[in-house]
């Protein structure tokens, strides 16, 4: 069974400085990864999806995929107050067509200060 | 964009009662719905993974005796939790299938058992 977890559990950060999330998994056929936030117990807002190595970004936040090493970062450019929130790593298989099931990390909660 | 409507947003309800909770996909069809718990304390949990014109899956501790899911058309899906009790409290977040194969969500249900 698919295990995620994620580090650190919570992370403070200074505006402006890049704030940096990780999240390992088990499963080294995944391939299918998405960084999402939810602010103060709301639904959530989806971030990056990556499939493949390497890198993508949209807009300030950048996810680096190492299936290999059984990683996927998610890095914050320029963190600004609004960016506080708990961020969730979700890790699913493409494979059958199911890539809604999705196993959650317990998140990074990030606040960043002004 | 893709939209995902939750309602009702927060529900008391009385333990051993019923509720009721409805998705609504808006500017995209969902061809694949997830439902998902957020118990207090606790990372997001897959509860069922409905796909238009095949069954409704249910993860393991979920039943659909306890959980009915409906799922009529590509933009709508309702599911129920029946007689809950303090355990069923938490935030039930509907996932649905749109563009680029990414899973939104709506802002969630919480459900409150008194």
């Known amino acids: 069974q698919q295990k995620v977890q994620q580090s650190p559990e919570s992370l403070t950060v200074s505006e402006g400085a890049m704030a940096s999330l990780n999240c390992t998994f088990s499963d080294g056929t995944s391939n299918n990864f998405r960084w999402y936030r939810q602010h103060s117990a709301k639904g959530l807002e989806v971030l990056v999806s990556i499939f493949s190595d390497g890198e993508k970004e949209e807009g300030r936040f950048t996810a680096h995929l190492n299936r290999a090493n059984l990683h996927v970062s998610l890095h914050i450019r320029e963190p600004q107050p609004s960016d506080s929130a708990v961020y969730l790593c979700a890790v699913s298989m493409r494979a059958g067509g199911s890539n809604a099931k999705l196993t959650f990390g317990k998140g990074t909660k990030l606040s960043v200060k002004s | 964009g893709a939209l995902v409507y939750q309602y009702p947003r927060r529900t008391i309800c009385k333990s051993g009662t019923s509720m009721r909770m409805e998705c609504q996909a808006v500017g995209f069809q969902a061809t694949s719905v997830a439902w998902y718990r957020q118990s207090p304390q606790k990372t997001f949990e897959l509860i069922a993974l409905?796909?238009?014109?095949?069954?409704?899956?249910?993860e393991q501790n979920f039943t659909q005796e306890k959980f009915p899911i409906s799922h009529p058309n590509l933009s709508f899906s309702s599911m129920t939790v029946l007689n809950a009790y303090l355990e069923d409290r938490g935030l039930y977040l509907c996932?649905?299938?749109?563009?680029?194969?990414?899973?939104?969500f709506g802002e969630g249900s919480r459900l409150i058992v008194v």
């Open positions: 409905s796909t238009v014109n095949s069954a409704i899956k249910y």
């Open positions: 996932g649905a299938k749109g563009p680029g194969n990414t899973l939104y």
